[in-house]
């Protein structure tokens, strides 16, 4: 690890205890030659430009990235095509493929695939850049994030592992220069209706809903505060080790993850065609 993190590290009392197993350099570079597996986890378009940069470098490593890819989809799609081109192993970090509501998702869709379904997934947060005023790039579409980019890019991907979408409307609300704040999303699959509301401006309830209708009636439900449980502090055990665990230990090929990759980037490309933006003055 850069040894300039080292004083975070003791900062954080849920991790501190790794601290007598951790390797720190003061290179970047040294890492990198050192290394098998590297987790990359700075901002899209630090990744994009990691990537493009040190092609050969890769070839010999485990490459765990970061969501969304890059800045911007024809970005990320470049990106996938020169990690395919050059059997670079990697994957992207969609924890919400290893949630519960997940897991019944794809187990009702094949159940009931014939059928007409209504889905419908509502996520209601308060972003920490948006209520204090500040414009990190997590706020800005342009950088890779915004409400689309970095929130919706999760339930985008998880629709795509159900099957081939087709978006019909989306719109982007309260926006300000770029920054995206909240979304209205809407796709067909054969009969089926998927919405996606999502909402990062909410400061009176934090909450994720996904319901599953069949003629009128629910066969499906979930409900929590957030996606995949988030930590409220760094006092303790960040609930998300056990996804990101399963992230990391699970098994697949590679072939696999880049067809996955690419439904993913091919649904946010068909649904970047259909937006409409709603400005804020």
Known sequence: MPSRYKQKILRRLDVVHLLPS???????????NRCTHLVFAKRPIDQQNFITSNVDLLKSKILFLEKPLASSNNFSTRCLSILVQHDIQFRLGFLSRYTEWF?????????????????????NLCASHFSNDQMPWKG?????????YFYCSHLIHALSMIGA???????KKNLTRNVERSL?????????????ILDTLNTESTS???????CG???????????????HSYDVIDPRSELIFQHVQQEY??????????????LEKKCLKYQVEELVE
């Not at 800005?140 to 689309?148: D, N, Q, V, Y």
């Not at 994720?208 to 069949?214: A, I, R």
């Open 22 to 32: 951790i390797e720190f350099y003061e290179r970047d570079e040294d890492i990198l």
């Open 103 to 123: 897991a019944d998702l794809i187990r009702i869709f094949r159940q009931h695939g014939g059928e007409q379904l209504e889905l419908s997934f509502s996520w």
């Open 140 to 148: 800005l579409g342009a950088s890779g994030g915004g409400a689309f």
């Open 165 to 171: 979408w087709s978006p019909t409307v989306f719109l």
């Open 184 to 196: 209205f999303l809407q796709m067909k699959l054969k009969n089926s209706l998927a919405t996606i």
């Open 208 to 214: 994720f809903e996904v319901c599953l209708k069949t």
């Open 217 to 231: 009636k629910t066969i499906y439900s979930y409900s929590a505060l957030s996606i995949f449980e988030m930590p």
């Open 253 to 266: 090929e590679q072939t696999d993850l880049n067809a996955e990759y690419k439904k993913y980037l091919t």
